[in-house]
Protein backbone atom coordinates (compact mmCIF):
# COMPACT_ATOMS: atom_id res chain seq x y z
CA UNK A 1 0.00 0.00 0.00
CA UNK A 2 2.48 2.57 0.88
CA UNK A 3 4.90 1.72 -2.13
CA UNK A 4 1.83 2.09 -4.08
CA UNK A 5 1.58 5.80 -3.00
CA UNK A 6 5.39 5.98 -3.64
CA UNK A 7 7.17 5.45 -0.62
CA UNK A 8 10.52 3.35 -1.23
CA UNK A 9 10.39 -0.19 0.51
CA UNK A 10 13.64 0.29 2.28
CA UNK A 11 12.24 2.90 4.26
CA UNK A 12 9.43 1.12 5.34
CA UNK A 13 9.19 -0.48 8.89
CA UNK A 14 6.62 -1.95 10.37
CA UNK A 15 5.95 -1.01 14.25
CA UNK A 16 2.66 -3.35 15.40
CA UNK A 17 0.61 -3.21 18.65
CA UNK A 18 1.85 -5.21 21.08
CA UNK A 19 0.90 -5.18 25.25
CA UNK A 20 2.15 -3.68 28.22
CA UNK A 21 3.19 -6.54 30.29
CA UNK A 22 3.74 -5.05 33.69
CA UNK A 23 0.26 -3.62 33.77
CA UNK A 24 -1.56 -6.82 33.56
CA UNK A 25 -1.99 -7.63 37.52
CA UNK A 26 -5.33 -7.03 38.85
CA UNK A 27 -7.75 -9.24 39.86
CA UNK A 28 -11.08 -9.46 38.08
CA UNK A 29 -13.71 -8.00 39.69
CA UNK A 30 -15.49 -10.53 42.59
CA UNK A 31 -19.29 -10.45 41.27
CA UNK A 32 -18.16 -11.44 37.38
CA UNK A 33 -15.38 -13.90 39.13
CA UNK A 34 -18.24 -15.62 40.64
CA UNK A 35 -20.55 -15.82 37.86
CA UNK A 36 -18.16 -17.61 35.50
CA UNK A 37 -19.49 -21.35 34.91
CA UNK A 38 -17.37 -24.01 37.19
CA UNK A 39 -16.57 -27.62 35.31
CA UNK A 40 -16.98 -25.98 31.85
CA UNK A 41 -14.76 -25.57 28.97
CA UNK A 42 -15.17 -21.79 28.37
CA UNK A 43 -14.57 -19.98 25.43
CA UNK A 44 -14.16 -16.27 25.99
CA UNK A 45 -14.37 -13.18 24.39
CA UNK A 46 -13.23 -10.15 25.64
CA UNK A 47 -13.64 -6.03 23.93
CA UNK A 48 -15.74 -4.30 22.37
CA UNK A 49 -19.13 -5.60 20.81
CA UNK A 50 -19.46 -3.93 17.55
CA UNK A 51 -20.39 -4.96 13.79
CA UNK A 52 -16.59 -5.44 13.02
CA UNK A 53 -16.17 -7.63 15.81
CA UNK A 54 -18.55 -10.37 14.30
CA UNK A 55 -19.38 -11.59 18.15
CA UNK A 56 -22.36 -12.71 16.59
CA UNK A 57 -21.07 -15.10 14.71
CA UNK A 58 -19.80 -17.06 18.03
CA UNK A 59 -23.12 -16.59 19.33
CA UNK A 60 -24.11 -18.62 15.93
CA UNK A 61 -21.17 -20.94 16.49
CA UNK A 62 -22.73 -21.29 20.14
CA UNK A 63 -26.27 -22.01 18.98
CA UNK A 64 -24.67 -25.30 17.25
CA UNK A 65 -23.22 -26.39 20.02
CA UNK A 66 -26.34 -25.43 22.67
CA UNK A 67 -26.86 -29.12 23.33
CA UNK A 68 -23.47 -29.48 23.98
CA UNK A 69 -23.39 -28.53 28.02
CA UNK A 70 -20.08 -28.94 28.93
CA UNK A 71 -18.96 -26.53 26.69
CA UNK A 72 -19.92 -22.62 27.64
CA UNK A 73 -19.15 -18.93 26.70
CA UNK A 74 -18.49 -15.71 28.32
CA UNK A 75 -18.51 -12.25 26.68
CA UNK A 76 -17.09 -9.32 28.39
CA UNK A 77 -17.55 -5.90 26.82
CA UNK A 78 -20.06 -3.50 25.40
CA UNK A 79 -20.93 -2.01 21.88
CA UNK A 80 -23.77 -0.89 19.65
CA UNK A 81 -24.46 -4.74 19.19
CA UNK A 82 -24.61 -6.06 22.67
CA UNK A 83 -28.43 -5.28 22.89
CA UNK A 84 -28.46 -7.91 19.06
CA UNK A 85 -26.54 -10.21 20.68
CA UNK A 86 -28.59 -10.85 23.96
CA UNK A 87 -31.60 -10.54 22.17
CA UNK A 88 -30.04 -13.79 20.13
CA UNK A 89 -29.12 -15.08 23.37
CA UNK A 90 -32.79 -14.76 24.69
CA UNK A 91 -34.65 -16.03 21.53
CA UNK A 92 -32.01 -19.60 21.52
CA UNK A 93 -32.21 -19.94 24.92
CA UNK A 94 -28.66 -20.11 25.44
CA UNK A 95 -28.01 -20.80 28.89
CA UNK A 96 -24.19 -21.79 27.42
CA UNK A 97 -23.89 -18.06 26.82
CA UNK A 98 -22.93 -15.47 30.00
CA UNK A 99 -22.28 -12.08 29.09
CA UNK A 100 -21.02 -9.51 31.24
CA UNK A 101 -20.24 -5.54 31.31
CA UNK A 102 -17.15 -4.08 30.15
CA UNK A 103 -14.11 -4.50 32.85
CA UNK A 104 -10.64 -3.06 32.95
CA UNK A 105 -7.84 -3.57 31.03
CA UNK A 106 -5.89 -4.47 34.00
CA UNK A 107 -8.07 -7.23 34.54
CA UNK A 108 -8.55 -8.52 31.56
CA UNK A 109 -5.47 -11.22 32.04
CA UNK A 110 -6.85 -12.40 35.39
CA UNK A 111 -10.28 -12.69 33.14
CA UNK A 112 -8.63 -15.07 30.84
CA UNK A 113 -6.91 -17.10 33.54
CA UNK A 114 -10.19 -18.45 34.09
CA UNK A 115 -11.01 -19.89 30.88
CA UNK A 116 -10.02 -22.65 28.32
CA UNK A 117 -9.43 -20.51 24.73
CA UNK A 118 -10.32 -17.71 23.33
CA UNK A 119 -12.18 -16.03 20.30
CA UNK A 120 -11.41 -12.91 18.01
CA UNK A 121 -13.58 -12.77 14.64
CA UNK A 122 -13.67 -9.80 12.18
CA UNK A 123 -15.88 -9.25 9.27
CA UNK A 124 -14.58 -9.94 6.11
CA UNK A 125 -13.51 -6.54 4.47
CA UNK A 126 -11.11 -5.48 1.80
CA UNK A 127 -8.78 -3.18 3.92
CA UNK A 128 -7.82 -6.37 6.18
CA UNK A 129 -5.42 -7.34 3.43
CA UNK A 130 -2.86 -4.61 4.25
CA UNK A 131 -2.86 -6.81 7.68
CA UNK A 132 -5.00 -6.30 11.14
CA UNK A 133 -3.36 -5.53 14.30
CA UNK A 134 -5.92 -5.71 17.19
CA UNK A 135 -5.25 -5.13 20.58
CA UNK A 136 -7.22 -8.23 22.50
CA UNK A 137 -5.12 -10.14 20.30
CA UNK A 138 -2.15 -9.40 22.50
CA UNK A 139 -3.80 -9.94 25.91
CA UNK A 140 -5.41 -13.38 24.53
CA UNK A 141 -1.25 -14.67 23.34
CA UNK A 142 0.26 -13.22 26.67
CA UNK A 143 -2.64 -14.96 28.46
CA UNK A 144 -1.28 -18.19 27.75
CA UNK A 145 -4.85 -19.61 26.00
CA UNK A 146 -4.92 -21.30 22.41
CA UNK A 147 -7.16 -18.70 20.24
CA UNK A 148 -9.49 -19.02 17.72
CA UNK A 149 -9.53 -16.97 15.07
CA UNK A 150 -12.39 -16.55 12.69
CA UNK A 151 -10.45 -13.26 10.43
CA UNK A 152 -9.33 -13.23 6.74
CA UNK A 153 -5.78 -10.75 6.73
CA UNK A 154 -2.65 -10.29 5.12
CA UNK A 155 -1.34 -11.48 8.18
CA UNK A 156 -2.16 -14.16 10.69
CA UNK A 157 -0.26 -13.98 14.18
CA UNK A 158 -2.24 -17.33 15.34
CA UNK A 159 -0.78 -19.48 13.03
CA UNK A 160 2.46 -18.03 12.79
CA UNK A 161 2.86 -18.41 16.62
CA UNK A 162 0.93 -21.22 16.75
CA UNK A 163 -1.14 -20.47 19.25
CA UNK A 164 -4.51 -21.69 18.21
CA UNK A 165 -6.89 -22.24 15.18
CA UNK A 166 -7.46 -19.95 12.11
CA UNK A 167 -11.04 -20.72 10.23
CA UNK A 168 -12.74 -18.03 7.69
CA UNK A 169 -14.53 -15.19 9.11
CA UNK A 170 -18.36 -14.85 9.91
CA UNK A 171 -18.50 -18.62 9.22
CA UNK A 172 -20.11 -20.39 11.88
CA UNK A 173 -20.03 -24.05 11.47
CA UNK A 174 -15.95 -23.68 11.41
CA UNK A 175 -15.99 -21.70 14.24
CA UNK A 176 -18.29 -24.53 16.22
CA UNK A 177 -15.68 -27.50 14.95
CA UNK A 178 -12.55 -25.53 15.53
CA UNK A 179 -14.14 -24.90 19.04
CA UNK A 180 -14.85 -28.45 19.31
CA UNK A 181 -11.41 -29.11 18.13
CA UNK A 182 -9.86 -27.53 20.50
CA UNK A 183 -12.50 -29.33 23.38
CA UNK A 184 -11.27 -33.02 22.18
CA UNK A 185 -7.47 -32.26 22.73
CA UNK A 186 -5.87 -33.22 25.39
CA UNK A 187 -4.86 -30.36 28.14
CA UNK A 188 -1.13 -31.02 27.14
CA UNK A 189 -1.70 -30.02 23.16
CA UNK A 190 -3.95 -27.05 24.37
CA UNK A 191 -1.51 -25.92 26.69
CA UNK A 192 1.47 -26.03 23.87
CA UNK A 193 -0.76 -23.29 21.93
CA UNK A 194 -1.05 -20.92 25.02
CA UNK A 195 2.48 -21.51 25.43
CA UNK A 196 3.47 -20.82 21.75
CA UNK A 197 1.44 -17.46 22.53
CA UNK A 198 2.80 -16.41 25.36
CA UNK A 199 6.73 -16.60 24.00
CA UNK A 200 5.90 -15.27 20.61
CA UNK A 201 4.14 -11.87 22.10
CA UNK A 202 7.05 -11.78 25.07
CA UNK A 203 9.47 -11.94 21.84
CA UNK A 204 7.91 -9.89 19.30
CA UNK A 205 5.06 -7.69 21.22
CA UNK A 206 6.06 -6.26 24.29
CA UNK A 207 5.88 -2.45 24.44
CA UNK A 208 9.17 -2.86 25.85
CA UNK A 209 10.21 -4.87 22.65
CA UNK A 210 8.49 -2.24 19.92
CA UNK A 211 10.02 1.01 21.86
CA UNK A 212 13.40 -0.14 21.10
CA UNK A 213 12.32 -1.10 17.74
CA UNK A 214 11.77 2.72 17.16
CA UNK A 215 14.08 3.73 19.48
CA UNK A 216 16.28 2.57 16.54
CA UNK A 217 14.95 4.31 13.81
CA UNK A 218 16.50 7.67 14.99
CA UNK A 219 20.30 6.45 16.01
Do not use: W
Not at 61 to 75: D, P
Not at 116 to 129: E, R, S, T, V, Y
Amino acid sequence: HMQHHGLSKDRFVHIPNGIDIGAQKDELIETIAEKIPKNKFIIAYAGAIGIANSVISLIEAATILKNHSEIAFVIVGDGDQKLKIKEKVNLESLVNVHIFKPIEKTQIHSLLQKVDACFIGLQNQPLFKFGISPNKMFDYLYSGKPIIQAINAGNDLVKESGAGISVEPANPQKIADAILQLYHMSAVERNKMGENGRKFVEKHHSYEKLAATYERLFN
